[in-house]
């Protein structure tokens, strides 16, 4: 079936450099993107997201990318810093809020 | 504004037992997701409601899983005879009513451990 899934499991940063976390969809019917992080012990917490009819979006250090020609997500976080320790998931959505997540990548940040 | 409720935290049953799981959502969310995260992967969507009306439970295993959502506002999700493979976060999600392509607010999850 489709489905969302990233190119990495582990991604491993030193503190103050910048993060790319990518994901690859295959549901060209999906027209908004969202990225969660996720904390041990915890549930996905929202970062950012965008919509079909842009190609970029910037947040507070975080910035979404979008292409759709290749079907093509990421995430870059910039000076990356202990506490964005987590691990990124991709999840995309449809018009009936039908939400599906990717596997996962696991960022770790060395000081 | 309160989050997501979700209750019990952690759950140790035995296999062929009965469990059953508690969701809360944010006051006002129309939309209620139940997922199910086994460990090292990624949130997989077991059944979606449209306040009390089932929108997606096309990967939910029907001959041991069953959710409802009566009043449209709280959920639960039981599985009855648990197995091994059950072993899993459960988390509940709600988007805010009458709001497409919105993001979802998660709870923390409920642990299940199935021995």
């Known amino acids: 079936g489709e489905s969302v899934g990233l190119h990495l499991p582990t991604l491993s940063v030193q503190e103050g450099d910048n993060s790319i976390i990518n994901c690859a969809y295959s549901n060209s019917a999906s027209d908004y993107f969202i990225w969660y992080k996720q904390e041990s012990g915890k549930g996905p917490q929202f970062i950012i997201d965008?919509?079909?009819?842009?190609d970029k979006r910037q947040g507070q250090r975080v910035t979404v990318l979008l292409n759709k020609t290749v079907k093509h997500l990421s995430l870059q976080i910039a000076a990356t810093q202990p506490g964005d320790s987590a691990v990124y998931f991709c999840a995309e959505n449809n018009n009936n809020n039908d939400m599906r997540f990717g596997a996962g990548t696991r960022l770790t940040v060395k000081p | 504004e309160a989050g997501v409720a979700q209750s019990p935290r952690y759950k140790i049953i035995e296999k062929r037992q009965s469990v059953a799981f508690w969701c809360n959502p944010i006051?006002?969310?129309?939309?209620l997701y139940w997922y199910q995260q086994i460990l090292g992967q990624g949130p997989k969507l077991l059944i979606q409601f449209q306040n009390n009306g089932v929108v997606d439970d096309s990967q939910l295993p029907k001959d041991r899983f069953s959710a409802e959502r009566l009043k449209g506002v709280d959920s639960t999700l039981k599985i009855q005879p648990a197995k091994l493979e059950d072993s899993a976060v459960y988390l509940c999600?709600?988007?805010?009513?009458?709001?497409?392509?919105?993001?979802?607010?998660f709870g923390q999850g409920t642990r299940l451990t199935v021995v």
């Open positions: 006051s006002g969310h129309a939309t």
């Open positions: 999600a709600s988007s805010p009513s009458g709001v497409l392509n919105t993001e979802a607010f």
């Open positions: 965008i919509r079909s009819n842009m």
